[in-house]
């Protein structure tokens, strides 16, 4: 079935560095890709996305990439901030004819000061 | 701008009890999902509506229904609660692209 897979599990990069997370999916109709951060408790928050027709989309200090060949999909954040700590989540998902985002198992991602 | 919004927002619940989880759309969205989170663990998909008809099912267990209403909001209905179904239960809406999550409810199956 569809899985996604991501890594790495944890991360924790000094304040001002950058934090790269990658993910790979199964399903070749997987064609929107977002991203999520969720903090503790709380909702997961859309933080960007991109569509298997673009290879790489910025804002601001976050980017995303995807090598549609390979089926992998990576989020990058430069000069990380205390308040980028987090849980991020990376997900798939066809827009034809299914509804439902398979999530990947996430990335504790830690700034320190 | 309005957000998706869950009632109730903590629930505890005894085992083989029941319990009702209620869910209101961004308004205009069409596609609601529900989706259950354990501790450290990212979201299971249980189940979506696509214009309040049943689009695609995950791991919901078959003590657990849910129905989306004529209003779009949906409710998702769990009987014979377990204590391993304790989490935070997230619906979602979305209009095209782009899930947005609500607040979750807590449930603790004591």
């Known amino acids: 079935g569809e899985n996604v897979e991501q890594h790495p599990s944890t991360l924790s990069v000094q304040e001002g560095d950058s934090a790269v997370i990658k993910c790979t999916y199964s399903d070749s109709a997987s064609n929107y890709f977002p991203w999520y951060k969720q903090e503790l408790g709380k909702r997961p928050q859309l933080i960007i996305d991109?569509?298997?027709?673009?290879g790489e989309k910025k804002d601001q200090r976050i980017a995303v990439t995807l090598n549609k060949t390979a089926k992998h999909f990576s989020l990058h954040i430069t000069e990380t901030q205390p308040e980028d700590s987090a849980v991020y989540f990376c997900a798939a998902t066809s827009t034809s004819g299914t509804y439902k985002y398979i999530f990947g198992t996430g990335t504790r991602l830690k700034v320190l000061a | 701008a309005a957000g998706v919004i869950q009632s109730p927002r903590h629930l505890i619940k005894e085992k083989r009890e029941t319990a009702t989880l209620k869910c209101y759309p961004i308004?205009?969205?069409?596609?609601v999902y529900w989706y259950q989170q354990g501790p450290g663990q990212d979201p299971q998909f249980l189940i979506s509506f696509y214009e309040k008809m049943q689009s695609d099912k995950g791991s919901i267990p078959d003590r657990f229904s849910a129905q989306q209403f004529s209003d779009y909001h949906s409710e998702l209905n769990m009987s014979s609660l377990e204590l391993g179904d304790s989490a935070l239960y997230f619906c979602?809406?979305?209009f095209g692209q782009g899930a947005f999550f609500g607040p979750g409810t807590r449930l603790t199956v004591l």
């Open positions: 979602a809406s979305s």
């Open positions: 308004p205009r969205h069409d596609t």
């Open positions: 991109i569509r298997s027709n673009v």
